[in-house]
T-cell receptor, first 111, second 111 residues
């Protein structure tokens, strides 16, 4: 009964490749988020969607493109991967903005 | 977006209370204070939030100073499972659900 799930859990790929991370929530929440946690454990929001509408779009390279096919899913596609994209990516969802439920994370390693 | 200030690390003994401080001297009158924690190798987890008065839930208590420039998260009886990074968070501007994570306090619990 995972509330927020992400696939894959681990992703190892080479520079220049394109990859996607999928996120699904079964909580019925209207808002979903993507966060990036770098090697120093600093956690920063990247995007949020509310009912499939983009709400937050932080200063993120346009190689990163979120896609929300419905309000239960928010996928993250990354083009032309770079070494600096290596990080743990967390998806989250919320109904009330202060209480966000996070997924288990996807550890992306770019070699 | 003004930041919060927390000690880098704290230690506690198992089954003793833990008081985790946070300074947020530039907080506005309508901003809630949120606390999240991140257990090792997991996504962040909502703990508690408050505006002016003290708050209690099954996980913790939140004591907010009268001038709202600081707050303290209280774990009444620390267990080994409470070892985590605890984040005191102010929301970003606008009701967008944007949470701004700082470095947090790494709590070690000794048996």
């Amino acid at each position: 009964d995972t509330a927020v799930s992400q696939t894959p859990k681990y992703l190892v790929t080479q520079m220049g490749n394109d990859k996607s991370i999928k996120c699904e929530q079964n909580l019925g929440h209207d808002t979903m988020y993507w966060y990036k946690q770098d090697s120093k454990k600093f956690l920063k929001i990247m995007f949020s969607y509310n009912n499939k509408e983009l709400i937050i779009n932080e200063t993120v390279p346009n190689r990163f493109s979120p896609k929300s096919p419905d309000k239960a899913h928010l996928n993250l596609h990354i083009n032309s991967l770079e070494l600096g994209d290596s990080a743990v990516y967390f998806c989250a969802s919320s109904q009330r903005e202060y209480e966000q439920y996070f997924g288990p994370g996807t550890r992306l390693t770019v070699t | 977006d003004a930041k919060t200030t927390q000690p880098n690390s704290m230690e506690s003994n198992e089954e003793e209370p833990v008081h985790l401080p946070c300074n947020h001297s530039t907080i506005s009158g309508t901003d809630y204070i949120h606390w999240y924690r991140q257990l090792p190798s997991q996504g962040p987890e909502y703990v508690i939030h408050g505006l002016t008065s003290n708050v209690n839930n099954r996980m913790a208590s939140l004591a907010i100073a009268e001038d709202r420039k600081s707050s303290t998260l209280i774990l009444h009886r620390a267990t080994l499972r409470d070892a985590a990074v605890y984040y005191c968070i102010r929301p970003g501007s606008g009701n967008t659900g944007k949470l701004i994570f700082g470095q947090g306090t790494t709590l070690q619990v000794k048996p």
